[in-house]
């Protein structure tokens, strides 16, 4: 199975890219993964929900046009669907045996993600009703699918 995870910003911090590393690492065991960043635009303090808007709607057309027309879509959001690990690496599995061959993941920035990416989106997984910051789920979603693998093939995973 092909893995893109799809993120608006770049990371700065030597720790997080040093846990992208290692996780990317132990995942190339299971999975075909890349990494794909797109820009994020500057929003300035005390911004209108249009300037807003406008803002998630550029993002997103970086974002849409790095998904393949065949990808199973799966957009991190606030209120999207809260999975235990093991619910999580049983919808990967399952989307693997439907013929699901290539999964995206897409984190938004700092102020969410477009209407057109969420619409886009084949399912909305959420990881928690409290706000991360975008480049510590990239940290955070990578462990979790790391997990899923474990899981999927019966090795064991701290629980």
């Not at 608006?8 to 040093?18: A, F, R, S, T």
């Amino acid at each position: 199975m092909k893995i893109t995870i799809i993120t608006v910003g770049k990371i700065k911090e030597k720790y997080l890219k040093d846990a992208i590393a290692e996780y990317s690492k132990r995942l190339s065991r299971y999975c075909k993964l890349e990494i794909l960043e797109v820009a994020d635009e500057k929003t300035p303090d005390g911004a209108s929900e249009i300037v807003e808007e406008n803002i998630r709607e550029k993002e997103g057309e970086r974002t849409l046009k790095l998904i393949k027309e065949d990808a199973y879509v799966i957009t991190l959001e606030i209120s999207g669907k809260m999975l235990t690990s093991e619910e999580l690496a049983d919808r990967i599995e399952t989307l693997g045996i439907q013929g699901k061959s290539h999964l995206v993941f897409v984190i938004g920035g700092s102020i969410g993600l477009g209407r057109e990416v969420l619409r886009r989106s084949d399912y909305a997984l959420s990881f928690s009703k409290m706000t991360f910051p975008h480049q510590l789920m990239r940290v955070i979603l990578l462990e979790q699918i790391y997990r899923s693998y474990r899981i999927i093939n019966g090795e064991p995973y701290h629980k």
